[in-house]
Antibody, heavy 123, light 108 residues
Framework: QVQLVESGGGVVQPGGSLRLSCAAS????????MHWVRQAPGKGLEWVAF????????YYGDSVRGRFTISRDNSKNTLYLQMNSLRPEDTALYYC????????????????WGQGTLVTVSS | EIVLTQSPATLSLSPGERATLSCRAS??????LAWYQQKPGQAPRLLIH???NRATGIPARFSGSGSGTDFTLTISSLEPEDFAVYYC??????????FGPGTKVDIK
């Protein structure tokens, strides 16, 4: 069965950095694009970033472009999110999600999600 | 940016009743729309993709319809486990993906 386990969250000061990881199992990781989606406390869902199945292309939401970097290591079945220049408004539960479509150039929908890792940006 | 609006914000119903949730897009998204269910403390779960296709393992009481700017998620007869928040999501404006603000279905 598909499993996605996020880690790396924590408390960080404004302007700081953090790297999140998402360990994947139960499917052919190298065949699917992957998303990061976040949810601020008590709020709705916000798409953060997507990476193509082979890691050759990355796409970002407007609020994080230039500060966050999505990457993947298909040999380790792991997805990453490097977050720099963090702001209080980046405080959220960060989910990784597997894309529905196999070997596609673009992102579609998240058909399996992890349980999330909490990032708190505060001084 | 394509903005999704969901209505109502809250829907109060009893088990066994029919639920009709609406998602409206600020411009056409064709059929590039999905619905998710999220229960407290849990991750979202994909229910419907491409406007009307049930995801794997989703019960038949969930159905989606619509195209262009107006979409509907219908739960034909509410089960106790269906009380949750429901989000719509579009990918028509790729490489941007946006979610609606959600509709909470709670017990009347």
């Amino acid at each position: 069965q598909v499993q996605l386990v996020e880690s790396g969250g924590g408390v960080v000061q404004p302007g700081g950095s953090l790297r999140l990881s998402c360990a994947a199992s139960g499917f052919t990781f190298s065949s699917y694009g992957m998303h990061w989606v976040r949810q601020a406390p008590g709020k709705g869902l916000e798409w953060v970033a997507f990476i193509r199945y082979d890691g050759s292309n990355e796409y970002y939401g407007d609020s994080v472009r230039g500060r966050f970097t999505i990457s993947r290591d298909n040999s380790k079945n792991t997805l990453y999110l490097q977050m720099n220049s963090l702001r209080p408004e980046d405080t959220a539960l960060y989910y990784c999600a597997k894309d529905l479509q196999k070997e596609f150039n673009s992102g579609w929908y998240g058909d399996f999600w992890g349980q999330g890792t909490l990032v708190t940006v505060s001084s | 940016e394509i903005v999704l609006t969901q209505s109502p914000a809250t829907l109060s119903l009893s088990p066994g009743e029919r639920a009709t949730l609406s998602c409206r897009a600020s411009q056409s998204v064709s059929s590039y729309l999905a619905w998710y269910q999220q229960k407290p403390g849990q991750a979202p779960r994909l229910l419907i993709h491409a406007a009307s296709n049930r995801a794997t393992g989703i019960p038949a009481r969930f159905s989606g319809s619509g195209s262009g700017t107006d979409f509907t998620l219908t739960i034909s007869s509410l089960e106790p486990e269906d009380f949750a928040v429901y989000y719509c999501q579009q990918r028509s404006s790729w490489p941007q993906i946006t979610f609606g603000p959600g509709t909470k279905v709670d017990i009347k």
